[in-house]
């Protein structure tokens, strides 16, 4: 994949020689002093539509598409279309109240049941876990203990959110993934309910003290359901995962990544989930976690 990227860039945007990058299945590198992504786009007529609706509601200053030698910014090469995107300086910080807080509306009749999607996701760990990973001893540690975190949001779900229509629940224009990095990237859009991008920014701030924001204000602005979706989310461990893939995907990432895990690293993620609970049960009665409140008391 790599030579065949290479040969686009050089092809249709001059550059040659670049050494390219992967992590979590993005391929990037750095030209110039500026940073790049590069993308293969699968559904045209839906990009052009995303990148036209997302430039007018909220603007994306931070990035931009850049033209090939054809003055356009698609490249169309072996029967497949491609975009590649330059990125300045990323402070989601300055942004992030405002958007958490006025959340763009998507007209859609779509609902969401997470609790499918997250059953489908673990399953497929489940099976990179016994293919590739069960030998790796950062794994065989810590593997079962956020498969057990996932099934209490899976749970959580089931039993607590299933009995509302999530039909009549709103949809909101939010992200894959917040990172500092790509929050304002298009391919990073998605529809899904509010408390996805809330819940993101949660566990988010975990791993980084420098992300800053209002929580009290934001839990004042959710309603019940809301609220019950937000704790499930936070729950469930995304965070992880991700990290499979990118141990997976980058090599030159796995002694430093392995670090984040380290043996503080579980019971502060605990009180973390404890400190969570404790301020959104004090406005919303939301169902309890047994192994939680039996840690509060």
């Not at 430093?256 to 973390?272: A, D, G, H, M, V």
Request: net charge negative.
């Amino acid at each position: 994949m790599k030579d065949y990227i290479d040969f686009v860039l050089c092809k249709f945007y001059h550059i040659n020689n670049i050494p390219l990058k992967k992590y979590n299945s993005i391929y990037y590198f750095f030209f110039n002093g500026k940073y790049f992504q590069f993308f293969k786009i699968d559904n045209v007529m839906y990009f052009s539509f995303l990148l036209k609706y997302i430039k007018i509601q909220i603007g994306c200053p931070n990035f931009y598409l850049v033209n090939n030698i054809n003055n356009d910014f698609l490249s169309f090469y072996d029967s497949t279309y491609f975009a590649l995107i330059q990125f300045e300086d990323n402070n989601i910080c300055e942004k992030i109240d405002v958007e958490i807080l006025n959340p763009i509306v998507v007209n859609s009749n779509d609902y969401l049941l997470w609790n499918v999607l997250w059953e489908h996701k673990v399953n497929y760990y489940e099976r990179i876990y016994f293919e590739k990973l069960i030998n790796v001893d950062f794994f065989k540690d810590s593997f079962f203990y956020f498969v057990g975190l996932a099934e209490n949001a899976i749970s959580y779900f089931k039993y607590n959110i299933s009995e509302f229509d999530l039909r009549k629940l709103q949809l909101y224009l939010c992200h894959y993934r917040i990172t500092s990095d790509n929050y304002f990237n298009i391919f990073n859009f998605k529809v899904d309910y509010r408390s996805r991008d809330i819940a993101e920014l949660i566990k988010l701030a975990f791993f980084d003290d420098n992300i800053n924001f209002d929580l009290s204000l934001i839990l004042s602005k959710l309603n019940y359901i809301d609220a019950l979706l937000l704790f499930s989310r936070v729950l469930f461990p995304t965070f992880y995962f991700d990290y499979i893939d990118s141990y997976l995907d980058n090599e030159d990432e796995r002694e430093r990544r392995t670090t984040i895990f380290n043996l503080t690293f579980y019971k502060r993620y605990e009180n973390f989930l404890m400190i969570f609970y404790n301020k959104i049960s004090g406005i919303f009665s939301i169902p309890e976690v047994n192994w939680i409140k039996k840690r509060m008391l």
